[in-house]
Structures are given as C-alpha cells and as structure tokens.
C-alpha cells in the first residue's frame, strides 16, 4: 500500500501562483510514477502532470496537459518521497479539486485532493 498527503491549495487571484505538495509513504519502492489530475465541478478528472521515478534523484521523463505547458512544473524531492507541483500564471479555468496519483505495476493510488480556486 502507498499513502499520498497533499497540501497546498488554496485561493488565489488569477496570474498568481500556488506550490502543491504530495508526500508518500508505505511500499514507496514499487511507485514507477507520481502524477497530478484535476476535477472540476461537473467535469472528468484530467491529467495536469506525471512525472517518473520518485525515488530517482535525477532523470526521467515529466509531461503536461497542454492546457498547462509553460505555466506548471511538476518536480520531486526523492530525499522527502514529496512530488511538488508548481503553478505559476494561475487562471480562472484552472479551479478544481487537485489530486496526486501514483502508479505502481499492480495499482493505483489517489490522495484526498486539495482545493485550487483561482479568481479573476
């Protein structure tokens, strides 16, 4: 089992910027990726960012949903087993309730999410 905590969010006026953080814990060694996805009122949950390895000091591969390329940076810390999620160049459309996701081979598994609310 992996255990995702996020933090973070919170209100923010639009062209701000918010850091987002997921710490995990458990069977940390099995996670061959960490992602964040986001849920907004009467929207499916999308994919913002993944990134690979948590406990990779180096490497790897990082995308983007491309609603968020050049603004969003998704990033580890393997020393912390924390994925951060930079936001800069906030807008309104991307209120929702953010969540981490990490993957192993055998499962996924979700935090509880952290509400963003950008206002204009």
């Known amino acids: 089992q992996v255990q995702l905590v996020e933090s973070g969010g919170g209100l923010v006026q639009a062209g701000g910027s918010l850091r987002l953080s997921c710490a995990a814990s458990?069977?940390?060694?099995?996670?061959?990726?960490m992602g964040w996805y986001r849920q907004a009122p009467g929207k499916q949950r999308e994919l913002v960012a993944r990134i690979s390895d948590l406990v990779a000091r180096s490497g790897g591969f990082t995308n983007y949903a491309d609603s968020v390329k050049g603004r969003f940076t998704i990033s580890r810390d393997a020393a912390k087993n924390t994925v951060y999620l930079q936001m800069n160049s906030l807008k309104p459309e991307d209120t929702a309730v953010y969540y981490c996701?990490?993957?192993?081979?055998?499962?996924?598994?979700w935090g509880q999410g952290t509400q963003v609310t950008v206002s204009s």
């Open positions: 996701n990490a993957q192993s081979l055998a499962a996924g598994y």
């Open positions: 458990g069977r940390i060694f099995t996670i061959n990726s």
